[in-house]
């Protein structure tokens, strides 16, 4: 079946770094990928959508500056968290429709980041 | 907006017992999902109900959807230790774009 690739599993960075997220899918052409975050504890809230020769989606209230989303091919999505600070602390997952539009989703296997 | 939720958050079962999960939409679904979560995992796609008023068994899972298809739930008969996790129910978002707004989860706890 349809599988997405999700890299790291877990990193810890400095308050003030930037991260970079990556999300494959391996066996299929993804035009659109979405990013959810999920604190500790809480359900899964999606940040963005992004899709694959155009500008990202984001949520209300999500800071397009400092999550930076690019889909740079049919396959790669990346997540980048500028300049981490602790409150960004989460865990980051990415899903993918194995069609363009259609359930349900395959989620990697998520990062876990950590800002210290 | 859109809301999806679910209750309990949280439920406690001796090995052996039922365990249900309820799932409420602000909005009529064209369909509901269901997701599995082990603790430090991600999210597994256990099932997806699309008629109205369906009922789908997988094992001792039982899912149904509403007859108005704005709520589900998730029935487990006699749980087992390996049922511990939190489940979620998810519905598509009004934009049609595949993306899902979760409901906030039901986490399971067995006690064997």
């Known amino acids: 079946g349809a599988v997405v690739s999700q890299h790291p599993s877990w990193v810890i960075c400095k308050s003030g770094t930037s991260v970079k997220i990556e999300c494959r899918s391996l066996?299929?052409?993804?035009?659109?990928m979405f990013w959810y975050r999920q604190f500790p504890k809480q359900s899964l809230m999606l940040m963005a959508t992004s899709n694959e020769g155009s500008k990202a989606t984001y949520e209300q209230g999500v800071e397009k500056d400092k999550f930076l989303i690019n889909h740079a091919s049919l396959t790669l999505s990346t997540l980048t968290v500028t300049s981490a600070h602790p409150e960004d602390s989460s865990f980051y997952i990415c899903?993918?429709?194995?069609?363009?539009?259609?359930?349900?989703?395959?989620f990697g296997n998520g990062t876990r980041l950590t800002v210290t | 907006g859109q809301q999806v939720m679910q209750i309990p958050q949280y439920q406690h079962v001796q090995e052996g017992e039922d365990f249900t999960t309820y799932c409420n939409s602000s909005t009529t679904l064209s369909n509901i999902q269901w997701y599995k979560q082990r603790p430090g995992g991600h999210p597994v796609f256990l099932i997806q109900l699309v008629k109205s008023g369906e009922v789908k068994k997988q094992k001792r899972l039982t899912f149904q959807f509403g007859e108005a298809k704005k709520n589900s739930s998730l029935h487990i008969t006699a749980t087992q230790t390996t049922d511990v996790g939190t489940y979620f129910c998810a519905g598509p978002g009004s934009s049609n774009t595949g993306k899902l707004i979760f409901g906030q989860g039901t986490t399971l706890q067995v006690k064997p």
């Open positions: 066996d299929f052409q993804a035009t659109t």
């Open positions: 899903s993918a429709p194995p069609r363009t539009g259609h359930s349900p989703l395959h």
